[in-house]
């Protein structure tokens, strides 16, 4: 990673890779807090996940645009290959249902990210289906009938404190947010 991040590639862009820090949700990999300069100046920070040969990826990454539109003299913007979204949506869903032990999920974002995803995108029924099935059995997690949050009293106060703090213009409760997402899982987990 530092090598690649050290690559002068004529775009003026430099990169300091901050001390990784592996996954905790038993997927081999890495999170590397990155910062971007421009010169001297601060341009963006961000992270980079490198994940290891036990996740699964079930798509083909997607190609997405340039996140922000960069006007610069001699500079070519390109897209970006990312994790297909429906490994994604696999990977929030069964990290909301696993228990760690006794004790509950509290990925309150993953919900978050579950209701813009849902509403904003779309994704193909088959190859949602087979992406949970994929995660759930790497996991070792099993499907519920219905899914739901696996402690509400628990869930309530954390998904509204990660709503508050995301751009979301919807679901800023638990219950709306179980509105949008639940008949979506539902039909994944039952075939309709």
């Given at each position: 990673?530092?090598?690649?991040?050290?690559?002068?590639?004529?775009?003026?862009?430099?990169?300091?890779?901050?001390?990784?820090?592996?996954?905790?949700?038993?997927?081999?990999?890495?999170r590397f807090p990155v910062t971007a300069y421009v010169g001297?100046?601060?341009?963006?920070?961000?992270?980079?996940?490198?994940?290891?040969?036990?996740?699964?990826?079930?798509?083909?990454?997607?190609?997405?645009?340039?996140?922000?539109?960069?006007?610069?003299?001699?500079?070519?913007?390109?897209?970006?290959?990312?994790?297909?979204?429906?490994?994604?949506?696999?990977?929030?869903?069964?990290?909301?249902?696993?228990?760690?032990?006794?004790?509950?999920?509290?990925?309150?974002?993953?919900?978050?990210?579950?209701?813009?995803?849902?509403?904003?995108?779309?994704?193909?029924?088959?190859?949602?289906?087979?992406?949970?099935?994929s995660e759930v059995e790497r996991r070792g997690v099993v499907?519920?009938?219905?899914?739901?949050?696996?402690?509400?009293?628990?869930?309530?106060?954390?998904?509204?404190?990660?709503?508050?703090?995301?751009?979301?213009?919807?679901?800023?409760?638990?219950?709306?947010?179980?509105?949008?997402?639940?008949?979506?899982?539902?039909?994944?987990?039952?075939?309709?």
């Open positions: 990673m530092a090598r690649a991040a050290a690559l002068d590639i004529g775009d003026y862009f430099r990169f300091d890779i901050g001390p990784t820090r592996a996954h905790s949700d038993g997927a081999a990999g890495s001297a100046t601060r341009w963006a920070q961000f992270h980079v996940d490198l994940v290891g040969s036990n996740l699964r990826m079930t798509g083909e990454p997607d190609e997405m645009p340039a996140l922000f539109r960069v006007m610069m003299p001699d500079i070519t913007q390109h897209g970006y290959r990312v994790y297909p979204l429906v490994d994604h949506v696999a990977d929030k869903v069964a990290a909301i249902i696993e228990r760690h032990g006794d004790r509950p999920s509290t990925r309150f974002k993953d919900l978050v990210d579950l209701v813009a995803i849902i509403t904003e995108a779309s994704v193909d029924a088959g190859l949602q289906r087979a992406a949970m099935h499907p519920p009938d219905r899914f739901d949050v696996p402690d509400r009293a628990l869930w309530e106060m954390g998904y509204k404190r990660e709503a508050q703090r995301s751009l979301l213009p919807l679901a800023s409760t638990l219950d709306e947010a179980l509105g949008v997402v639940t008949p979506f899982i539902n039909a994944v987990f039952d075939g309709t």
